[in-house]
């Protein structure tokens, strides 16, 4: 199962490096020692932790804080209302996230944090939707040679999961028939020509 950190809808989603919802969170008019002892309590001062969750329950970003101290790996004090303790299996759980919002946000240009699993489901996606390496490239912001090896991937992954639903194995022969050998190269299986253009 693949763990879920986020509800909302993709319009609100942090971009990376944006830091503006700062000055939405409820606790920026806080001097910054008040902030201090308020959200870096020491773990049994319980008052001082209801207190600051009681103000991240108001605060109409506490989702944008909770992703972007999971994203940046922020593992101390008190983020999104939740304690140290609280974000420790989020953060575990971080590399399997499995948002379709935060998917569909990157498909259509948006440059929101992705977890691995993320990465690989657009990957999926941008290869049925047709997208040339250039297209994923730019999608995913990296080099045309991963994005090249990822739509690959992606392409023998698709390949794979309808030879596994048509009753056969991976090499074209049903399923229990023995074994042959392949001499085609995998490599020639599919090269970047192969990929398609843009859609």
């Known amino acids: 199962m693949h763990a879920r950190t986020t509800t909302l809808p993709s319009t609100d989603f942090r971009r990376l490096g944006d830091h ?98 993320e990465r690989t489901a657009v990957a999926r996606r941008a290869y049925q939707l047709g997208f040339s390496a250039e297209q994923l490239a730019w999608t995913l912001n990296v080099s045309e040679d991963w994005a090249t090896d990822l739509l690959r991937t992606a392409h023998l992954e698709v390949e794979e999961r309808d030879r596994y639903w048509d009753g056969t194995k991976t090499d074209g022969r049903p399923a229990g028939a023995p074994a042959t050998t392949v001499t085609e190269p995998l490599g020639a299986a599919i090269d970047r020509d192969s990929l398609g253009e843009a859609a």
């Open 20 to 117: 503006s919802w700062h000055d939405k969170a409820t606790c920026s008019s806080l001097d910054p020692q008040t902030a201090d002892q308020l959200f870096f309590p020491t773990p049994r001062a319980r008052k001082d932790i209801a207190q600051a969750k009681a103000l991240c329950a108001q605060c109409p970003v506490r989702r944008i804080c909770l992703d972007a101290a999971l994203e940046s790996e922020s593992v101390h004090g008190i983020r999104g209302g939740l304690t140290e303790a609280e974000r420790r299996p989020l953060h575990d759980q971080l590399a399997r996230r499995l948002d379709r919002d935060r998917i569909a946000a990157r498909l259509r240009g948006m440059d929101v944090h992705l977890s691995n699993a």
